[in-house]
């Protein structure tokens, strides 16, 4: 109908440049505590003609504290900066900061294979652009809640590094009445494979892919009709990486 969404298909060409780095560890009576920073800059396009005006760029940075423990848990704190900003016109249009925790233990299967257990949380306090098709005006409608579990398994052949994970988080949107989103909740779940290969003691080169789902209910534009937040995407590539 005139006044709902239609879908358009299309592939994505992302391209990501990443540095990071930790300092010197503190050792405590049962833990070692290691302190993090990064950053990051990405470029998505699409590839299908007239979705040029979507095009953007982004930014993030992090600090993170871990904490190892002897029993093979590590837990973590930390916060993350993430901005987009849209290639067609120069605005940002979507920011947030993100307090969170998490948890992960580490276990050996056998003597290639590893398996890990990560539980993590944390609030989303975003800054966008308000919805086009709301009556509301908020610019922090995307503010949720989330929490994620994910289970993985690193298993070493040769030089070879086969890493598969199925995650699944759940989110709440928090901002309210006076939001779009109000009453909102995601389930998203997602596979991916990553296999590494070392080049050398500097050099990495990795293969990846991963397919998600986003299951969606609630919310103003939903109930009505108006739109329709599921989706599901794949998506597979090629980084190197170079470890100084």
Not at 53 to 60: E, I, N, P, Q
Not at 84 to 111: H, Q, R, V, W
């Amino acid at each position: 109908s005139a006044d709902k969404l239609s879908r358009v298909e299309t592939a994505m060409f992302i391209n990501t440049l990443f540095a990071g780095a930790s300092f010197e560890p503190v050792e405590t009576e049962d833990a070692v505590i290691t302190p993090y920073v990064g950053t990051s800059y990405t470029t998505t396009a699409y590839e299908k003609s007239g979705l040029d005006a979507l095009d953007y760029k982004s930014t993030s940075a992090y600090a993170m504290l871990l904490a190892q423990h002897a029993n093979g848990w590590a837990y973590r704190i930390g916060i993350s900066y993430a901005m987009d900003k849209s290639k067609a016109n120069k605005n940002e249009t979507y920011k947030e900061f993100y307090p969170n925790i998490g948890a992960m233990k580490m276990y050996a299967l056998s003597d290639q294979l590893i398996g890990i257990l990560d539980l993590s949380g944390g609030l989303h306090k975003s800054d966008s652009e308000p919805n086009p098709f709301g009556p509301f005006s908020s610019t922090g409608e995307l503010d949720n809640l989330d929490a994620t579990a994910s289970y993985g398994l690193r298993y070493v052949y040769e030089n070879f590094v086969f890493s598969p994970r199925y995650s699944v988080t759940y989110k709440d949107y928090t901002e309210g009445s006076e939001s779009v989103n109000n009453g909102r909740n995601d389930l998203i779940h997602s596979v991916t494979l990553k296999i590494d290969y070392p080049i050398n003691q500097n050099v990495k080169a990795s293969l990846f892919g991963g397919y998600s789902s986003r299951d969606s209910s609630g919310g103003v534009l939903q109930d009505a009709g108006v739109m329709d937040y599921d989706f599901e995407s794949a998506d597979g590539g090629i980084s190197l990486g170079l470890y100084v």
